[in-house]
């Protein structure tokens, strides 16, 4: 415990929760994967250490067998799909998107079906018919259409849509900072997001809280917080790590 004890807000809400005998649950989502690389192990013993279920988003165009064998023995990770080859196909005064409406829904959709197939055959039972759009964004036309592909929950940015016509795992706290400088966002503004995040819940138990990370583009501070807020969560009684395929059965 240090004079400036930057986890103390997080600790607050918690114990807040523990009082009023409410559980958050957590869950942990991983963008960009291809291959085994230091930065993949790093993330993969964290989360083993920590006994902390991890989804990691792949993605399949780039994909192959030296990520099927390392995933082999990793229990704690599950497999979604990201898109197909991670292409930005938005103009250049556009967002990045992948899988906006800049070609036909029928193309679109035929590379994800590809995609499917290949992670289907690498990752076996691993793989969760879960969609992480490239950059969070897809063409909301084709939203409706997913489950005819083979993908029943679709995993974005930001509180879930009442309206989806789709089952919706997002992600609510992404620890990098994509604007201007890249790196990791400070840490005590980061634990206010959380804490934020487990405000907005308190009264109803909304959906669980996902923390968003990219494992290739972390630096120090970025595992440094990973770490942190998982031996401070799962020390404590109110905080639960779930699988995003637990979460998505519930
Ligand atoms: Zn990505």
């Not at 989360?47 to 990520?67: F, N, Q, R, W, Y």
């Not at 005064?93 to 590379?111: F, I, M, S």
Request: proline share 6%; net charge negative.
């Amino acid at each position: 415990m240090t004079a400036h004890d930057i986890w103390a807000p997080l600790r607050h809400e918690l114990d807040r929760w523990q009082t009023a005998g409410k559980t958050v649950r957590f869950w942990l989502r991983d963008d960009d994967a291809i291959e085994p690389t230091s930065a993949l192990e790093q993330l993969l013993k964290l989360t083993a250490d920590a006994k902390v279920p991890l989804t990691l988003a792949v993605i399949p165009a780039s994909t192959g067998e030296p990520l099927a064998a390392r995933l082999g023995d990793a229990q704690q990770v599950l497999v979604a799909l990201h898109g197909w080859s991670h292409t930005n196909h938005a103009g250049p005064e556009e967002k990045k998107q992948e899988l906006g409406a800049h070609r036909p829904p029928e193309v679109v959709l035929g590379e994800l079906r590809d995609g499917l197939a290949i992670l289907r055959r690498l990752f076996g039972p691993r793989f969760i018919s879960m969609l992480v759009p490239p950059w969070n964004r897809i063409n909301g036309a084709l939203i409706a259409k997913l489950p005819a592909v083979g993908l029943e929950t679709l995993s974005v940015y930001g509180a879930a849509k009442a309206d989806s016509p789709i089952r919706l795992l997002n992600t609510h706290v992404d620890i990098m900072n994509w604007h201007g400088v890249r790196g990791s966002r400070p840490q005590d503004e980061l634990i206010a997001d959380v804490v934020r995040e487990l405000r907005a819940r308190f009264d109803d138990d909304g959906e669980p809280i996902g923390i968003l990370t990219h494992h290739l583009v972390h630096d120090e501070n970025a595992w440094a917080f990973l770490s942190d807020l998982l031996i401070e969560t799962r020390a404590h009684p109110a905080a639960t790590w779930t699988s995003s395929e637990a979460l998505v059965e519930a």
